[in-house]
């Protein structure tokens, strides 16, 4: 299994403001995954993030307003840019070996709040 | 293209009694199917996974679920509900297309009473 951590824990943020988004995994994994979880919301994925190439963004999400980086397998950043009141939600970051039978351990979220 | 759904958003149960969340998918291709449990302010942790072996598929603290190909269920049980079970429960789909994309249904929010 793998223990993914993410940082800040929750912010609260301005408007037109960035937040970079850290997640860390405790052992190297092939892939790591961006999820949003808006208020009462199920899950829904951003993008995946591999090493060494250009991360891939869902129908919706696009990379000047989530810019995202994937320096080594143990760690990737999700930066919200230019953040309005809508983007408020629960960022959540996994990570897994990549097959598709494959567990994805979840980090704990970062709870966004911008005002 | 794959999509979850899940029939019920709440589930209440007092201690002691079954628990049943219900799920169905639908999925062009042979499917991973996963429950993933969502305790308040925590993060999701692995319930169980059905990866076309054994169609009953038993987890952690008690749950289990069964793949039904035929039914395109793949319903989450307990025989007896304890308090900690108290939670929002998701059902999630994966297509074996060769590489891993999650799909998550709405949610089933489990509330246990006394």
């Known amino acids: 299994s793998a223990v993914i951590s993410q940082k800040p824990s929750r912010d609260i943020c301005q408007r037109g403001t960035s937040l970079t988004i850290q997640c860390q995994v405790d052992?190297?994994?092939?892939?790591m995954f961006w999820y949003r979880q808006q208020p009462g919301q199920s899950l829904t994925l951003i993008a995946t993030?591999?090493?060494?190439?250009?991360?891939?963004?869902e129908s919706g999400f696009v990379i000047d307003k989530f810019p995202i980086s994937r320096p080594n397998l143990t760690f990737s950043t999700l930066t919200v840019s230019n953040m309005s009141p809508e983007d408020s939600s629960i960022y959540l970051c996994?990570?897994?070996?990549?097959?598709?039978?494959?567990?994805?351990?979840f980090g704990p979220g970062t709870r966004l709040t911008v005002l | 293209a794959q999509s979850v759904t899940q029939l019920d958003s709440h589930v209440s149960v007092s201690e002691g009694t079954p628990v049943l969340l219900r799920c169905n998918y639908s999925s062009s291709y042979s499917p991973s199917l996963f429950w993933y449990v969502q305790h308040p302010n925590k993060g999701l942790q692995l319930l169980l996974k059905y990866t076309s072996a054994a169609t009953l598929v038993k987890g952690i603290n008690g749950f289990e679920a069964e793949f039904k190909k035929s039914e395109t269920s793949f319903h989450l049980t307990k025989p007896s509900a304890h308090m900690s079970d108290a939670a929002e429960y998701f059902c999630v789909v994966s297509e074996n297309t060769g590489f891993q994309k999650l799909v998550f249904g709405t949610g089933t929010r489990l509330l246990v009473s006394p």
């Open positions: 052992s190297q994994v092939t892939m």
């Open positions: 996994s990570g897994s070996r990549g097959e598709v039978t494959d567990t994805q351990y």
């Open positions: 993030a591999n090493q060494g190439s250009e991360a891939t963004y």
